[in-house]
């Protein structure tokens, strides 16, 4: 009898699911016991302590994680099963657990040498993962890419916990607003290398080839869990300090204003649909850095309400991010699943064929765009209160943070063009290819992860007072904001959960009359074609001409390739058109930048080292010249 390694699996998928379940029991009851749970033991590692913590800033990162990981689990089964890749299988599931564990480490650490090898055994787990199909050359380059990008970061952090250790005494993490001000280079270190992770715009090269290369379990939680290991660093040590100078909230506001328009423009752009989810992510690190800078003015100026809707807002969209970005990622693998490939323009007509997934998809982009009832919405409704509060009687500088508000409001519009783009190309339509046209539904145990997170996502946007403890606790844990102040600004969410409902309620209603009508509609009608009695498939936007004019508009920072599209003359010949954006820092710059670099040391490397024994002689004399010249008194 032939062993398909699915008990092994099985046993993987359930260890998985009790470390999670075990896991959020103890962040759970850690948070019940009302204080910082402390643990500490000696460790023979230079400088290093077996220190870890969960306060309420640690659990806002660990609840998402446990709760994706555990759905990922399920997910695989359907998605990547042993007996159609014996030879991945194992290595995927041990990798999947591996980062889960890495991540749980890291952000409960207390010590720079542990967070380090927490950070590091993430980074080297990631690197499998995106990997899992090492034959295709696409993944090969993703993971180097990624590899080099990690270790960036992690020689920034080196630093950044050096300096630190210099500053303290030695590599324990510091209490919050224990320090003063002054620490300048620890702050851009840790810009630096957490924002490498985050993915934050121009930091992102790694992030969309990565997530388009990795199974898509595991892009759920690279997208959806892992960079937020960024976001977690950021805010941990910044609140090491009690003064917060303004220009790290405005440095930080920038930067997130900036990946957030261009991470979804650059999504508009793409007709890979896992390339397209990853720029969402570049843009949704955006949409929270603004939150977060938000934050820092708040305390550089002494604004409260400003701290607690900056950051509550910053750090609900990231539990946010992790459920309607591990959702999409999730439907995606359902699409590719069925039809084999990942190109947009392949799909079509779908959501007759794979409803439930359709319907999930749907969900999930309705909570990306933050619109109601979804969680989405109320993380940016928080950051939006936030900077609307700043106008009433406050100074000049401290009012240019409203120009936050269009920004956010123009990524909002853009992400809603780009999910229409998305949804209509993929679900709605005739079918594009053979494969399409004989889609089928997910197996049961994908549809039940996606349901799972689809029902996280309409949970907090139908109730978020459920979560406003946790966030009030997390932005006392991060600043010295006092008690008091916290109760007014979060107090309307109980109205938003309310208006959800209501709305819930009106679509209902209309959606049960629809259905009442449909019943009555004969069962095939011809899709309206201008006239045309024959509509094909090729009469359909494409996602290169659904999205065109929205590229044009930001062709000065994506400096798309547009090839075809001309036509002329009364009776035009065929003609085609097709785009392509490559992304800007990558392959227009760096890329270009790396092979100048490595030309040119080809070519000193051919005149220094060219096989003649006569020069390297010289090479021996001229070092024995310069060490005598060197040691003359």
């Not at 990547?80 to 290595?91: D, I, L, M, V």
């Not at 002494?302 to 990231?318: D, N």
């Not at 009695?533 to 659904?546: C, E, I």
Request: net charge positive; charged share 10%; glycine share 12%.
């Amino acid at each position: 009898m032939r062993r398909t390694g699915g008990g092994g699996a099985m046993l993987a998928s359930l260890m998985v699911l009790a470390a999670s379940f075990c896991g959020s029991f103890g962040v759970i009851c850690a948070l019940l016991s009302g204080s910082a749970s402390l643990w500490q033991s000696a460790w023979s590692v230079p400088a290093g302590q077996l220190s870890i913590a969960i306060d309420p800033l640690s659990a806002v990162f660990l609840l998402p994680l446990f709760l994706v990981f555990a759905l990922g689990s399920i997910y695989g089964h359907g998605y990547w099963p042993q007996r159609e890749h014996p030879e991945s299988g194992r290595g995927l599931r041990f990798n999947y657990g591996l980062l889960a564990g890495a991540m749980v480490l890291l952000v409960v650490a207390r010590n720079g040498v542990l967070f380090l090898l927490g950070w590091e055994l993430m980074a080297l787990a990631g690197f499998f993962l995106i990997t899992t199909e090492q034959e295709k050359a696409d993944a090969r380059r993703a993971g180097f890419i990624y590899l080099c990008a990690t270790h960036t970061g992690t020689l920034a952090l080196f630093a950044m916990f050096s300096l630190l250790g210099a500053n303290t005494g030695s590599l324990a993490f510091p209490l919050a607003g224990s320090l003063a001000t002054g620490g300048t280079a620890i702050f851009l270190l840790a810009l630096g290398g957490f924002g490498v992770k985050a993915g934050m715009m121009p930091l992102h090269i790694w992030l969309p080839g990565a997530h388009a290369a990795a199974p898509s379990h595991a892009s759920a939680v690279l997208s959806g869990i892992m960079i937020k290991t960024g976001i977690y660093g950021l805010v941990r040590v910044t609140s090491f300090f009690s003064e917060i100078p303004p220009w790290w909230g405005w440095t930080i506001l920038i930067i997130g204003a900036i990946s957030g328009i261009f991470g979804v423009a650059f999504a508009i752009a793409q007709h890979d649909i896992k390339r397209l989810l990853a720029y969402h992510s570049v843009e949704n690190i955006g949409i929270i850095a603004l939150g977060i800078g938000a934050a820092l003015l708040g305390r550089s100026y002494h604004i409260p309400q400003l701290v607690l809707l900056g950051m509550a807002g910053a750090l609900l969209h990231v539990i946010n991010h992790g459920l309607f970005k591990a959702l999409l990622f999730l439907s995606a693998g359902a699409l590719i699943h069925t039809t084999g490939t990942r190109e947009i323009d392949q799909y079509g007509g779908l959501l007759r064929r794979m409803p439930f997934s359709g319907l999930f998809f749907l969900g999930g982009a309705v909570a990306i765009c933050g619109l109601p009832p979804f969680n989405g919405f109320i993380s940016e409704w928080l950051i939006y209160l936030g900077l609307f509060q700043t106008v009433q009687g406050q100074p000049l500088p401290v009012s240019l943070v409203l120009l936050a508000m269009p920004t956010l409001a123009m990524i909002g519009a853009l992400a809603v063009a780009c999910f229409v783009k998305v949804f209509g190309v993929t679900f709605l339509g005739e079918p594009r290819s053979e494969q399409s046209r004989h889609g089928h539904e997910a197996p049961k145990s994908m549809l039940l992860a996606m349901a799972g997170l689809l029902i996280s996502c309409a949970w907090i946007g139908l109730f978020p007072t459920s979560l406003a403890p946790l966030l009030s606790s997390a932005v006392l844990s991060w600043s010295s904001v006092s008690a008091q102040s916290l109760a007014g600004p979060m107090s309307p969410l109980l109205l938003i959960g309310i208006s959800g409902w209501v709305l819930l309620s009106g679509l209902a209603l209309v959606g049960f009359w629809l259905w009442r009508r449909a019943r009555h509609a004969p069962e095939k009608v011809a899709t309206w074609g201008c006239g045309f009695p024959f509509p094909s498939p090729r009469m359909q936007y494409t996602a290169s001409s659904f999205g065109d004019f929205l590229v044009r508009l930001f062709r000065f920072g994506l400096w798309s390739e547009r090839h075809g599209g001309q036509v002329e003359g009364v009776f035009p010949a065929r003609s085609e058109f097709s785009s392509h954006t490559p992304d800007t820092v990558l392959d227009r710059l760096l890329l270009p930048v790396m092979a100048a670099a490595a030309w040119l040391f080809y070519r000193i490397r051919h005149l220094v080292h060219n096989g003649r024994v006569g020069l390297y002689l010289l090479y021996v004399m001229l070092a024995l010249v310069v060490l005598l010249t060197a040691t003359l008194p």
